[in-house]
């Protein structure tokens, strides 16, 4: 299925020393994803097929039809290689709107026994509207200033678009995508992004999970959290969802436990394809 996914391999006298593979899960973005090799060709393996995205991308991403505006992974702060790879080359191109990084905390919430706890009357949890999107908006560009939203479908225009889930089902895969918004007082609270795929796309549980951004971290407290999360898990069906959840010092504030962070670092091809090459080669002669 070449409109959704892309593998890329780095082999040598037959042995398959590294793998990398991409797949459009947005509009207009395409996660790079299982970024693997064997310990003993870790670097040149892993620049190699970086190497073979980056070359395949800056041929692809003026073509229209390949909806191609942006190139996003995540990736553990912890782990070195894409460390120094992706964070390097935000470092390099130095330009929030260039290429943005995001940190989430990966936590998995234990559903509960029984019925699900409900809300307060007075706080509801519903589909989110244009206006909500417009203040989500707002804050993101305060608080980060960088690119996820847009990478995300986030955008006036594009964030109910139904287009990709379709050419998913018409491949045999499933890719949904829900928004809800978390209301109190007439204040927005929280934001959620849920997104469903197949086991098979499931990557690191990134692409079948729930996505929540805190924006008022005050007047959320996290009972009122888990049981948004608790309501939308039972809405859609899907019981064993994890969270990624920003800011993180939403979670450190609150003493949420989170296993690990995720960065999601996201690049604009436009504009700063030149970049990617001119860091990716400096890395190549420096491995």
């Given at each position: 299925?070449?409109?959704?996914?892309?593998?890329?391999?780095?082999?040598?006298?037959?042995?398959i020393?590294g793998?990398?593979?991409?797949?459009?899960?947005?509009?207009?973005?395409?996660?790079?994803?299982?970024?693997a090799?064997r310990?003993?060709?870790?670097?040149?393996?892993?620049?190699?097929?970086?190497?073979q995205?980056?070359?395949?991308?800056?041929?692809?991403?003026?073509?229209?039809?390949?909806?191609?505006?942006?190139?996003?992974?995540?990736?553990?702060?912890?782990?070195?290689?894409?460390?120094?790879?992706?964070?390097?080359?935000?470092?390099?191109?130095?330009?929030?709107?260039?290429?943005?990084?995001?940190?989430?905390?990966?936590?998995?919430?234990?559903?509960?026994?029984?019925?699900?706890?409900?809300?307060?009357?007075?706080?509801?949890?519903?589909?989110?509207?244009?206006?909500?999107?417009?203040?989500?908006?707002?804050?993101?560009?305060?608080?980060?200033?960088?690119?996820?939203?847009?990478?995300?479908?986030l955008?006036?225009?594009?964030?109910?678009?139904?287009?990709?889930?379709?050419?998913?089902?018409?491949?045999?895969?499933?890719?949904?995508?829900?928004?809800?918004?978390?209301?109190?007082?007439?204040?927005?609270?929280?934001?959620?992004?849920v997104?469903?795929?197949?086991?098979?796309?499931?990557?690191?549980?990134?692409?079948?999970?729930?996505?929540?951004?805190?924006?008022?971290?005050?007047?959320?407290?996290?009972?009122?959290?888990?049981?948004?999360?608790?309501?939308i898990?039972?809405?859609?069906?899907?019981?064993?969802?994890?969270?990624?959840?920003?800011?993180?010092?939403?979670?450190?504030?609150?003493?949420?436990?989170?296993?690990?962070?995720?960065?999601?670092?996201?690049?604009?091809t436009?504009?700063?394809s030149?970049?990617y090459?001119?860091?990716?080669?400096?890395?190549?002669?420096?491995?």
């Open positions: 299925s070449p409109n959704i996914a892309r593998h890329f391999i780095y082999q040598d006298k037959g042995v020393l793998h990398m593979a991409m797949v459009r899960f947005y509009e207009d973005a395409w996660l790079i994803h299982h970024h090799a310990r003993h060709a870790l670097n040149k393996a892993g620049l190699v097929v970086l190497d995205i980056g070359r395949f991308s800056y041929d692809a991403y003026r073509l229209f039809s390949m909806h191609m505006n942006y190139l996003i992974c995540y990736y553990r702060p912890d782990n070195k290689f894409p460390s120094r790879v992706f964070g390097g080359l935000a470092a390099h191109i130095n330009n929030s709107r260039g290429c943005s990084l995001d940190p989430f905390a990966f936590l998995k919430v234990d559903n509960p026994k029984g019925h699900p706890p409900q809300l307060p009357p007075d706080w509801k949890l519903s589909p989110s509207t244009l206006v909500d999107l417009e203040e989500l908006t707002d804050f993101y560009d305060q608080t980060s200033g960088g690119l996820a939203l847009r990478a995300l479908d955008e006036a225009g594009v964030w109910n678009s139904n287009a990709l889930s379709v050419e998913y089902r018409s491949h045999g895969f499933t890719r949904e995508k829900h928004h809800f918004s978390l209301i109190h007082d007439g204040c927005l609270l929280a934001f959620f992004i997104t469903v795929s197949d086991i098979g796309l499931n990557l690191s549980d990134l692409t079948n999970c729930i996505k929540v951004i805190i924006l008022d971290q005050e007047a959320l407290p996290p009972e009122r959290l888990y049981e948004a999360l608790a309501a898990r039972a809405k859609l069906n899907q019981p064993a969802m994890p969270v990624l959840l920003y800011p993180v010092s939403y979670a450190d504030s609150r003493s949420i436990p989170y296993t690990k962070q995720y960065i999601l670092w996201t690049l604009r436009h504009g700063q030149d970049k090459f001119q860091y990716l080669n400096r890395l190549l002669r420096i491995s």
